[in-house]
Each structure stands twice: as C-alpha cells, then as structure tokens.
Nanobody
Framework: VQLVESGGGLVQAGGSLRLSCAAS????????MGWFRQAPGKEREFVAS????????VYADSVKGRLTISRDNAKNTVYLQMNSLKLEDTAVYYC????????????????WGQGTQVTVSS
C-alpha cells in the first residue's frame, strides 16, 4: 500500500485546512486508516481513524469537535478536515494504513505516508 498526503500549509489560528491521503496498491488488506501527527520535540501521536467499509471513526480527545476524518472509497482517499485550528495543531501530519480497525496505536499501522507539514500562526 502506498500513501501520499497533500494539503498541508501555513494557516492562521482559527482557520481551516483539509488534508488528503491518496492510497494505492492493496488497500483491501488495510481496512483501517489513520491520521497521526508529530510536533517539534514531541512524539508522534494519534489523531483520528476511519474504516473503509463503514466510515466509522475514532478521535483523540484533543481534536474532537474540530477535526473530522472521512473517506471516499471511489477515490481511495482519506481526508482530515481541520477547523478552528490552534497553535498547538502545528505538526507534521502522517497518514497510515492498518490491517486492523479502530486502532490508535501507531505500532499496528503497517504503511505510512511521507507526511505533510501544517503550521498554525498567531
């Protein structure tokens, strides 16, 4: 499975961005898709996950109500809509694929994209 993220950039606090993750290859072997992020000097952390089949989602508490994960099966693409962005959302955002569903541990994600930078300014 190959994953390519896009949509990152510089945005002011309170603004919005939409990240995309285009998946190709044997996506059927990876029913769970997730977004993670890594801020400078911090460990990579779980943001949200979605399943290809039902679209069911799981979120980190820190992003509930502001970030929304979704998928478009026809396009093999997963999205992360980011609203009401805060300075602390600044990070490199990674898309990942897992053979399991509803998992928040990065240890069970087998495939990773290269990451896309999101910078929130004041």
């Amino acid at each position: 499975v190959q994953l390519v993220e896009s949509g990152g950039g510089l945005v002011q606090a309170g603004g919005s961005l939409r990240l995309s993750c285009a998946a190709s290859g044997r996506t059927g072997s990876s029913p769970g898709m997730g977004w993670f992020r890594q801020a400078p000097g911090k460990e990579r952390e779980f943001v949200a996950s979605v399943t290809w089949s039902t679209g069911n989602t799981v979120y980190a508490d820190s992003v509930k109500g502001r970030l929304t994960i979704s998928r478009d099966n026809a396009k093999n693409t997963v999205y992360l809509q980011m609203n009401s962005l805060k300075l602390e959302d600044t990070a490199v955002y990674y898309c990942a694929a897992s053979a399991r569903k509803f998992v928040i541990s990065q240890l069970v994600y087998d495939y990773w994209g290269q990451g896309t930078q999101v910078t929130v300014s004041s």
